[in-house]
């Protein structure tokens, strides 16, 4: 179903929060805590490779070659068993260096490689970047979109193939940075998937408040506008990071509040990314084997990676204060989760 935007749209909010004020939404905090302890798996010697988690990144260009990597590390650093980075020809030796922890695809292709390609040669390089993605897509347990991904038209066009793949498949994904200004541009590719997660910063946010429901951010009734934005995806779930992040996917609203850092070095959005992926996957592993547990993984995943990154974060920042790194918190990881779920 396609959105209809403009003053419709808006209207429809506007009317809800004049004339319902009685429905208003208020945001309900979240015991994180609680909730990475649920959907932590237990660690067991009968477990393979695999089991805990088999996590993609669709990210990485010339310009920018640390979002995919930090996004793909912290998947790993919290418990993911396997960490792919497709990314394009010219970033993947930097990324690679960076860890032989990640397996890195150089797939990915940008215009200039392709400016003196005819049309139908430009399409016969767009079907072969998708497949190569397509032979690995059954495999993951969830994809990260956007890190480092700039905004290449031709690329994005790619990337735009890979999420309609993945729908096809129903495996999750969590779309970030440069995949937001895709998203953005191209609502239709999340509308109405379930599995899909946005995790927006305070300026895409912005973005997808006024191109969606065509009006500014209202501070004000942030619980209400955030759960409204999310019914006009069609249920796809929205992290809205800020001084306290929000999550919603229409039906519910819930803030994680706890710990945080007042240090907001760059990264720590591609941490949040690359966490999110892991426990919605691990929360859909327990529900699906749970028939009682009736949760949504993608919100119960949301709340889980934020609780912890902002542990992580509170945890460096104490170490490091002024000078704290995204590195520094991505190391605070594995203490952070051991003092909320200890693993023995």
């Given at each position: 179903?396609?959105?209809?935007?403009?003053?419709?749209?808006n209207?429809?909010?506007?009317?809800?929060?004049?004339?319902?004020?009685?429905?208003?939404?208020?945001?309900?905090e979240?015991?994180?805590?609680?909730?990475?302890?649920?959907?932590?798996?237990?660690?067991?010697?009968?477990?393979?490779?695999?089991?805990?988690?088999?996590?993609?990144?669709?990210g990485?260009?010339?310009?920018?070659?640390?979002?995919?990597?930090?996004?793909?590390?912290?998947?790993?650093?919290?418990?993911?068993?396997?960490s792919?980075?497709?990314?394009?020809?010219?970033?993947?030796?930097?990324?690679?260096?960076?860890?032989?922890?990640?397996?890195?695809?150089?797939?990915?292709?940008?215009?200039?490689?392709?400016?003196?390609?005819?049309?139908?040669?430009?399409?016969?390089?767009?079907e072969?970047?998708?497949?190569?993605?397509d032979?690995?897509?059954?495999?993951?347990?969830?994809?990260?979109?956007?890190?480092?991904?700039?905004?290449?038209?031709?690329?994005?066009?790619?990337?735009?193939k890979?999420?309609?793949l993945?729908?096809?498949?129903?495996?999750?994904?969590?779309?970030?940075?440069?995949?937001?200004?895709?998203?953005?541009?191209?609502?239709?590719?999340?509308?109405?998937?379930?599995?899909?997660?946005?995790?927006?910063?305070?300026?895409?946010?912005?973005?997808?408040?006024?191109?969606?429901?065509n009006?500014?951010?209202?501070?004000?009734?942030?619980?209400?506008?955030?759960?409204?934005?999310?019914?006009?995806?069609?249920?796809?779930?929205?992290?809205?990071?800020?001084?306290?992040?929000?999550?919603?996917?229409?039906e519910?609203?819930?803030?994680?509040?706890?710990?945080?850092?007042?240090?907001?070095?760059?990264?720590?959005?591609?941490?949040?990314?690359?966490?999110?992926?892991?426990f919605?996957?691990?929360?859909?592993?327990?529900?699906?084997?749970?028939?009682?547990?009736?949760?949504?993984?993608?919100?119960?995943?949301?709340?889980a990676?934020?609780?912890?990154?902002?542990k992580?974060?509170?945890?460096?920042f104490?170490?490091h204060?002024?000078?704290?790194?995204?590195?520094?918190?991505?190391?605070?990881?594995?203490?952070s989760l051991?003092?909320?779920?200890?693993?023995?």
């Amino acid at each position: 179903m396609a959105i209809v935007l403009g003053t419709t749209t808006n209207a429809l909010y506007c009317s809800s929060r004049i004339h319902l004020p009685n429905k208003l939404i208020r945001a309900m905090e979240a015991d994180a805590e609680s909730v990475l302890r649920l959907v932590i798996p237990s660690l067991d010697l009968k477990r393979h490779k695999g089991q805990a988690g088999k996590i993609a990144v669709i990210g990485g260009c010339r310009e920018y070659t640390g979002a995919p990597y930090f996004a793909a590390i912290s998947a790993l650093k919290i418990g993911a068993d396997l960490s792919h980075v497709f990314c394009t020809k010219d970033a993947a030796p930097v990324i690679k260096s960076y860890s032989p922890e990640l397996i890195v695809h150089p797939v990915l292709e940008e215009s200039y490689t392709i400016s003196n390609c005819s049309e139908e040669e430009r399409r016969q390089v767009q079907e072969k970047v998708v497949g190569e993605v397509d032979k690995w897509m059954e495999r993951f347990d969830c994809l990260v979109i956007g890190p480092g991904l700039g905004r290449d038209s031709f690329l994005l066009e790619c990337v735009s193939k890979i999420m309609l793949l993945a729908r096809k498949f129903n495996v999750p994904f969590v779309v970030d940075g440069d995949g937001l200004f895709l998203v953005t541009n191209s609502i239709d590719l999340v509308n109405g998937y379930p599995l899909a997660v946005l995790t927006p910063n305070v300026n895409e946010y912005k973005r997808l408040v006024q191109k969606v429901l065509n009006c500014e951010v209202d501070e004000q009734n942030a619980g209400d506008q955030l759960s409204f934005l999310a019914k006009q995806f069609g249920g796809v779930t929205i992290l809205r990071k800020g001084k306290s992040d929000l999550i919603s996917n229409g039906e519910i609203v819930k803030s994680v509040s706890i710990y945080g850092s007042p240090r907001r070095c760059g990264g720590q959005g591609d941490i949040l990314s690359g966490s999110v992926a892991v426990f919605l996957s691990w929360a859909q592993q327990l529900i699906s084997g749970h028939e009682s547990l009736s949760e949504n993984p993608a919100i119960l995943g949301s709340i889980a990676a934020s609780g912890l990154l902002r542990k992580a974060a509170s945890l460096a920042f104490a170490k490091h204060k002024r000078s704290t790194l995204t590195s520094d918190i991505i190391e605070c990881l594995g203490e952070s989760l051991e003092d909320i779920c200890p693993a023995s």
